[in-house]
């Protein structure tokens, strides 16, 4: 079926997205259309297949019909392509995952090849499952780079070669399907907001920081209640912040940043010359110290290693002192920190809490909450499901017809 939705219908879908089980009355209120136009907008989307009533349940508290997405209306593929890996998901169009495979990847600099890569687990996947390319709605990619949307421009750094044409060329010539490609913590906070407002949709989070450390930091920011990418898309970019301007040079080219000074490439080369040292807690761990890898030394601090531990909370307090920073400026109600950063455990996250509270202004802080974040490693490949469903209801309306499944 091929159907063109209008602009409203695409925020009356947006908003039944967000929500497990929405009302009419609840799509007014985020919408802001009146409710005879909500009931009208919703027959036509109920008639067409888009979306199905339930209820009520016995355990309601009210007696009216639930709306949700119609889960038939296709698949959805989520992709979270980090420097070292790189997770395919297969999704219902109500964020059901159905499966994901994941690939380690070695140090890449040629898209094609990375690209190869991805397009043999997405026919993967779909082989799994017994699913054609034509019945899914839309593929989301989130990958650490400043990516311009509206401009399809995309900056990964140091790989100039890579482009926003190249990479949405391929996949869509290979699977005949729309492709969205967005950063990847910004991905990675669009996870992280349908998880919150699916488990507490009476407390909205609408003010939320999502920090993601690994071999690079970047910020997702939603403001609002919306994914805020700034000008040029480049909003979060937080990994080159001076945080030091005697430090160490900085990939970049600049001095002390703090990418530099808390990331994955400083815990492994703080880690490599601790175990160097005679009588040291690391170097009886790690035989060899130029092999330690990034997750032993996380996992190390997790068991308890008093070197670990030092290294993990000295990026700790760095990581906070910046936060801090952002508290004071943007006032959000939740910071999550993810990443493979989080296999680092409770300590990390106290001495992150402890810098940003005592760093922070009390007005700002009195109601803000630090966390890992909730989905853990899925955040990313979630945000980019969310993201894939997200951009082609508005692409839909934009207009370009969606071709779904089930009348
Ligand atoms: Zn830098």
Redesign the pocket.
Known sequence: MTHFISTEESQILEGTFWREHTTRQYLSQVTGFSRNKVSSLVSNLLSHGFMQEVGPQPHWRGKNHHLTLNAGLGYLIGVDLGWTSVTVALSTANMTVLHSLNKTLGPYQDQDAVLACITTLIEQVLGLQEIQAHEVLAIGLGLPATVNIEGGLLSVEHLPQWSYAGIHTHLSRAFGVRVFLDNDANIMALGELWIQRRQHPQSEVENMIVIKVGHGIGAGIIANGQLYRGHDGAAGDI??ICIDPEGPV???G?RG?L??LASARFIVEAAQRQAALKGSSLGQRFLSPDQIRYEAVLHACREGDPEALEIIQRAGVRLGNVISNFVNFFNPSKVLIGGKIALAGPLLLASIRQTVYSRSQPISSRHLSVDYTQLNERSTVCGALALALLSAFRDAANPQPLHFLQP
């Open positions: 990994g080159h900085c990939h970049c600049r940043c990418e530099r």
